[in-house]
């Protein structure tokens, strides 16, 4: 299958290849959006789309299996292979796909995996899903949806491993409705290193009323790599969406976001750290828009990045588009290279330079990394984060 | 015996030359007060010591016990055991105050072929002189100078000073911004150094700090030069009459 063959097709025409209806919905708005994204498209104007859509790859049968009994949510290839007794989940079709997303590949991947991942997370459940890929030269599609309960505070952790996925192309993504009077935390860790696949992760958040989500991706791993984040925010609704990116040789990958502010009094606080070595290309291209019936809004947007080598690049841009007056809202970008002046004081106190710049890359990191309030988690990201750095730089 | 002997220095930052022919000995065991009138080059001479990357040596040398220090980087003038107190210290958010602390000292331990110590080891001698300074326990766990009031950005200078046991020790403008109770603490820890062996270099502008660190020389530094050269009587001189007297005199 090569992704790029289907340029140009009519619904009809992409109906008949997908063996799929051409009532499809998402479909639908895959074809209404022009089809397949290039690099004119606003999502994916810094990122290489083309060549991954360009690239062949084995398309994979999603039969279901028997879901063995296990401490975490596996899903193996986009199918479940494991799962926590007495949690439900199951598959079914989507029927709250977003009407606007800006992502095209959000709909074509609801078109291509009709029976979604439907999990129901409930009371106040600590969750883990991995997700576990073991073919290369594939597309690994998927979609997951989730729900929570009002008034009950769920976190989820998010993992992702792959044993044999070289030159494979994964496209997976959540849609969440995070219930009223709820909080959900949602921490993905992805640290693949060195397997010459891409990942393509859209998005969607619905947060209720009242409810609060904290969205914390740790990017650490992966040569191309993009989340695209949409997320809607009801009355008094919050979002803390924090991305941490470390990234090195030739990689490129960033997040595309918009969160958008539906009513009055919702708030937004979306932080970016980036530290970028080699000839990396980082991507933070964020919008926030507060919407006519969204009065007393409070957002703030900001990226920060680090350039440890000259090749390194950072495309960062923070927008916000505002229709109101009645608001509180704020960005800002910074671009540099370690301080100078951090630096000298490390070493003037007998650090070594080299050590002394890994200590001030870390502490960069550290500042997003001290949120996490699981010390067993916090600790394995601190770890991961380590490794991946420290075996760059050694 | 001279622990550090500065000789002919000539130094610049950026275009501007600061430093013209400086000399300077520093005597084992002694306190020596360098006084001067602003853009003297007061602060210039202590980052020259200690190697930092704004100045451009023209020319002289600078010898500690002996050895010249001009080319060695600043990590390694500091195992040396010279050690700068900043004027103003930067704030490092993320890094952890101890592990800062216990990489440094073990550092320089590893430099004079000493074990390293251990995480439990470092905490006990750091709690120690964190009491000795009146400092809160959070010092430990805190970022390195993040949101540190004046009197705690100075006072960690000093328990690092405490830590660290340098030989040669510089406080540029020590006293700025402490109040009375900060101040008299800051030079209790200052005191508890001088042991007959180590040498200090107090950089300063007004003669408050010398109520409570005795000088044993007073240096008058002006234009890139040591001007004058005498003993702790010199300050109340200094305080009568300023500067211009004491250039005039030359």
């Known amino acids: 299958m090569r992704l790029s063959d289907f340029k140009n097709q009519s619904l009809e025409e992409l109906a008949s290849k997908f063996d799929i209806s051409p009532n499809n919905k998402a479909l639908k708005k895959f074809v209404e959006m022009g089809g397949l994204p290039s690099k004119k498209s606003e999502a994916y104007r810094y990122f290489d789309v083309e060549s991954l859509l360009d690239g062949e790859y084995e398309s994979l049968d999603y039969t279901q299996k028997v879901i063995t009994e296990g401490e975490e949510i596996v899903i193996e290839n986009g199918v479940i292979i494991s799962a926590p007794q007495g949690l439900r989940i199951y598959y079914e079709s989507c029927e709250q796909i977003d009407n606007n997303h800006f992502d095209p590949l959000y709909y074509l991947s609801h078109a291509l995996y009709p029976r979604t991942i439907k999990i129901e997370v409930d009371g106040d459940a600590e969750l883990k899903i991995v997700h576990r890929f073991t073919k290369s030269y594939a597309i690994i599609n998927y979609r997951i949806v989730l729900f929570n309960q009002a008034n009950r505070h769920s976190t989820i952790y998010e993992h992702f491993e792959g044993e044999l996925v070289q030159n494979s192309l994964v496209m997976y993504g959540y849609d969440m409705h995070i219930a009223q009077d709820s909080s959900f935390r949602v921490v993905k860790v992805q640290t ?4 010459n696949y891409s990942m393509l992760a859209s998005h969607k958040i619905n ?24 997320i809607e925010l009801d009355e008094h609704a919050h979002i803390d969406a924090q991305h ?20 009055q009094n919702s708030t937004s606080n979306q932080e970016a750290k980036n530290i970028l070595d080699g000839a990396s290309r980082g991507i933070f291209d964020a919008l926030i828009k507060v919407e006519h019936s969204a009065k007393y809004t409070k957002a703030i947007q900001n990226s920060k990045a680090i350039l440890l080598h000259e090749k390194a690049y950072m495309v960062s841009k923070p927008q916000l588009e505002i229709y109101i007056d009645e608001l509180e809202a704020s960005h800002g970008s910074t671009t540099g290279q370690l301080d100078p002046q951090q630096l000298f004081y490390l070493q003037s106190r007998g650090i070594p330079a080299v050590e002394a710049r890994k200590m001030l890359v870390i502490a960069f990191a550290n500042t997003m990394m001290e949120t996490i309030r699981d010390s067993r988690h916090q600790e394995l990201i601190r770890n991961e984060f380590d490794k991946v750095f420290y075996s760059k730089e050694n | ?8 220095l000539e130094a610049k930052i950026g275009d501007k030359q600061i430093l013209k022919g400086l000399n300077l000995q520093l005597e084992e065991g002694k306190v020596h007060a360098i006084m001067g009138p602003n853009g003297a080059g007061k602060s210039t001479l202590s980052k020259a010591i200690v190697g930092h990357y704004d100045i451009e040596v023209l020319g002289g040398d600078i010898l500690f016990k002996g050895k010249s220090i001009k080319d060695m980087e600043p990590e390694e003038r500091a195992k040396e055991g010279i ?21 440094a000292l073990n550092a320089k331990r590893v430099h004079e072929g000493k074990e390293e110590l251990n995480a439990a080891q470092f905490l006990r001698l750091m709690k120690g002189h964190l009491e000795e300074l009146g400092m809160k326990p959070d010092m430990i766990s805190r970022s390195l100078n993040e949101g540190f009031s004046g009197g705690e950005k100075k006072r960690n200078e000093i328990l690092q000073m ?4 340098p030989e040669v020790i510089i406080l540029d403008e020590i006293d700025s911004g402490l109040d009375i109770d900060a101040l008299r603490a ?25 109520d409570y660190i005795e000088p044993d020389y007073i240096h008058v530094l002006k234009d890139g030069q040591i001007v004058k050269t005498a003993g702790a009587e010199l300050v109340a001189q200094l305080e009568e009459e300023g500067y211009d007297s004491i250039v005039n005199e030359q």
């Open chain 2, 162 to 165: 405490l830590i660290l046991e």
């Open chain 2, 186 to 210: 800051v030079s209790e820890g200052i005191n508890k150094m001088k042991d007959g062996k180590r040498s200090f270099l107090v950089i300063t502008h007004y003669s408050r700090i010398l």
């Open chain 2, 83 to 103: 050690f700068l107190s900043f004027q103003n210290p930067v704030e490092i958010p993320g890094v952890n105050n101890a592990y800062f602390l216990r990489t």
């Open chain 1, 192 to 195: 693949m290193q060195n397997q």
């Open chain 1, 207 to 230: 947060i209720a009323r009242q409810a609060s989500c904290m969205f914390k991706s740790f990017d650490l791993g992966g040569d191309h790599a993009l989340q695209l984040l949409k």
């Open chain 2, 1 to 8: 015996m001279i622990t550090l002997d500065i000789q002919n």
């Open chain 1, 244 to 263: 941490l990116l470390y990234l090195n040789a030739e990689a490129k990958r960033g997040t595309v976001s918009q969160i958008i502010h539906k009513r």
